[in-house]
């Protein structure tokens, strides 16, 4: 790896936003078709927010070499598609066993996790809190606040981010949604599909 020179990148938790940030990647309810339960509370959500960002990550980039590290900030609207609560995509890292930690900087969250094998845990977010989201964990977070979610994290430069071990699953084992009295609770998610041992003895391996 060659020698590189030092930054500063300053988070604007107002903003929610890093400044100075190299990259910047934005998701709009159209982007996450097919993430929520309810398809016609989708769709109405869908009218209701048209182009509104959803959630947007700006980010500080380095390099890809192992051993590198990106930075960056991420930002989410709250809200609800029927009673789930908004949600980004989720990913396993492509090499599974690079891990990220994550910092709340504003609002309330939750760090959703699913081992290959399908179990499940759920990390409280708040400010100044630190959530370690270890190897091999599929990780997604949700906005469970009424306000906006500010997170800052950190992963390793060649984590790479793996979509479809989501999507192939039917998502997500648990969805976030109300419970009724202004918090959440974790339901089973009808859709969801468990992967063979197989599958899951060679996510282990990657
Ligand atoms: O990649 P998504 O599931 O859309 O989540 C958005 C982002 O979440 C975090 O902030 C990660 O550190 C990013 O690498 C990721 O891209
Ligand atoms: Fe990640």
């Known amino acids: 790896m060659p020698m590189r020179e030092p930054g500063i990148c300053r988070v604007d938790v107002e903003k929610g936003e890093l400044s100075g940030a190299s990259n910047r990647y934005t998701r709009t309810m159209a982007d996450l078709a097919g993430l929520y339960a309810d398809g016609s509370a989708y769709k109405a959500v869908l009218a209701e927010l048209g182009d509104t960002v959803v959630y947007e990550v700006t980010d500080f980039k380095p390099s890809a070499d192992a051993g590198d590290m990106i930075i960056g900030v991420t930002r989410m609207i709250p809200g609800r598609v029927g009673d789930e609560y908004f949600l980004t995509r989720g990913h396993i890292h492509a090499n599974a066993n690079r891990p990220e930690m994550y910092y709340g900087e ?5 760090m959703l996790l699913e081992s290959p094998a399908g179990e499940i845990r759920t990390v409280e ?6 959530c370690y989201v270890p190897p091999y964990w599929i990780h997604r977070s949700v906005n469970v606040g009424t306000t906006e979610l500010v997170m800052t994290f950190a992963y390793p430069a060649d984590s790479g981010q793996d979509y479809d071990i989501i999507a192939k699953a039917g ?3 648990s969805r976030i949604v109300d419970d009724g009295r202004g918090g959440w609770k974790a339901v089973d998610n009808e859709s969801y599909r468990f992967r063979s041992k197989e599958l899951v003895e060679s996510i282990m391996g990657r």
């Open 106 to 110: 504003a609002g309330y969250g939750l």
């Open 125 to 130: 977010i708040g400010p100044r809190s630190l």
């Open 171 to 173: 998502g997500m084992r």
